[in-house]
């Protein structure tokens, strides 16, 4: 049976991201249908049963992985690119999203800047690391000098992308970079963050750094 154009998209897709949920898929490829899920279930299963994608089990909602993904089907890598994948879904419901990268890699590997996502949303760029481990200061640090690095190097066009940290754990960043570095627990709150609040009446002013997006 020829793949539709549906299809196309999610394999595609399953290759950009490494591996997708069901839940996920069906909200990305299925949202407008009457029960989303259940179509997702059929058009995956069909795309099983022909070769086109693989499947672990090991995880519910089931994942599912492009024909050329090596991963191990229970790999400890999955829960971070379903991490990956929620920030999509997530920034993809705010609007304006322009371009999405997954894992882009800049210089030698091992050595240059390894972000895991690079993102145009409303025409300025980011690069975002998705932490859901820990860093001790000095890997978060050895990070940040990477991107230093990056833009020295000249290689990448003008503006250079703001850098974007999402996790619950907080770092004192204390570098003087060339660029702006942010920290939020999630892509929405960081939003929420430029959005101008209204001043007390009394309240003294306070100085902070104002951040224009598009």
Partial sequence: MPL????????KDLARFRVMDRDSIAEIHFAKLKNPQYSANNVLLRLLRDGE????TA??????FGP??????NSAKIGHFLAILNVYKEIRKLGELETFLVEPKYGRKGSGAEPDIYCKYRRTPFFIEVQRTVYSEKLMA???DRY??????GALPKPFPHILILSDQRYAIDGDYPFKVFQAESFTEFIRSLTP???APVAPSSAGVKVVIG
């Fill in 59 to 64: 995880f519910v909602p089931y994942c599912y």
């Fill in 4 to 11: 539709s154009k549906r299809d196309r998209a999610i394999i």
């Fill in 53 to 56: 994608i693989q499947r672990s």
């Fill in 68 to 73: 050329d993904v090596s991963m191990k089907k």
């Fill in 142 to 144: 050895e990070k940040l």
């Fill in 148 to 153: 230093v690095d990056l833009f020295n190097s």
């Fill in 197 to 199: 609040k209204k001043a």
